[in-house]
């Protein structure tokens, strides 16, 4: 084998061995694609829905006025009526996250209230009543809405930002809590998260 045919086998060999591999990697795992992308990672997205759902959960459960309503409410045929918050929009403010990522966050923080044992026991959480008469009409479905009381029933909004400087970027998450009888804003508060760009 020539000199020349030999340092062309090698070369191969060396280019085979660093093509990078496809196939199933760690839901922790951050790829190379990943880590050349200016945009959030996967990784971290689903890290800061984590904390942020946790945070609200904790926020909800130690607010005074649904505690009071908990505690102070008669009860109605031996149960206690819980204090309602329809999950509202949480609205992508941003310039560089993807709806579809973006869609991860806003269904993560949404599962976990509703999996909380605050989400089972202290609030009852429901949809708005646009999406769930849709639904209703598609399936041929006849429905009764609820009787809500208005000075319990609220309403969760949120929106989600992107400020950029330079080489770093901040994520935020800002909650509404909103008393349908009289538009009080009852709590509001940022979760936020923040980057700094490999160069």
């Known amino acids: 084998m020539t000199r020349i045919t030999t340092l062309l086998v090698i070369t191969l060999i060396t280019l085979t061995g660093c093509k990078s591999q496809g196939g199933k990697v760690?839901?922790?795992?951050v790829t190379q694609g990943e880590r050349e992308s200016t945009r959030i990672q996967l990784?971290?997205?689903?890290?800061?829905?984590?904390?942020?759902?946790?945070?609200?959960?904790?926020?909800?459960a130690e607010l005074p006025e649904l505690g009071a309503q908990t505690r102070n409410t008669p009860e109605l045929n031996?149960?206690?009526?819980k204090p309602t918050i329809f999950i509202g929009d949480l609205a992508n403010q941003t310039d560089i996250v993807s709806t579809r990522d973006f869609e991860i966050?806003?269904?993560?923080?949404?599962?976990?209230?509703?999996?909380s044992r605050v989400g089972?026991?202290?609030i009852k959480f429901i949809e708005r009543s646009a999406r769930v008469n849709a639904i209703a009409e598609s399936e041929g479905v006849t429905?009764?809405?609820p009787t809500l009381e208005g000075g319990q029933t609220y309403a969760l909004t949120?929106?989600?930002?992107?400020?950029?400087?330079?080489d770093t970027q901040s994520y935020f998450l800002e909650y509404t809590l909103i008393r349908l009888e009289d538009g009080q804003i009852v709590f509001s508060t940022t979760?936020?998260?923040k980057r700094v760009i490999d160069n």
């Open 26 to 29: 760690g839901a922790g795992e």
């Open 43 to 60: 990784v971290e997205l689903e890290e800061f829905a984590d904390q942020a759902a946790t945070d609200l959960i904790r926020d909800l």
């Open 78 to 81: 031996g149960v206690t009526p």
């Open 105 to 115: 966050v806003a269904r993560k923080i949404t599962s976990t209230l509703l999996s």
């Open 120 to 122: 089972r026991e202290q």
């Open 143 to 145: 429905r009764t809405p």
């Open 158 to 166: 949120g929106n989600f930002y992107r400020s950029a400087r330079g």
């Open 191 to 193: 979760y936020d998260s």
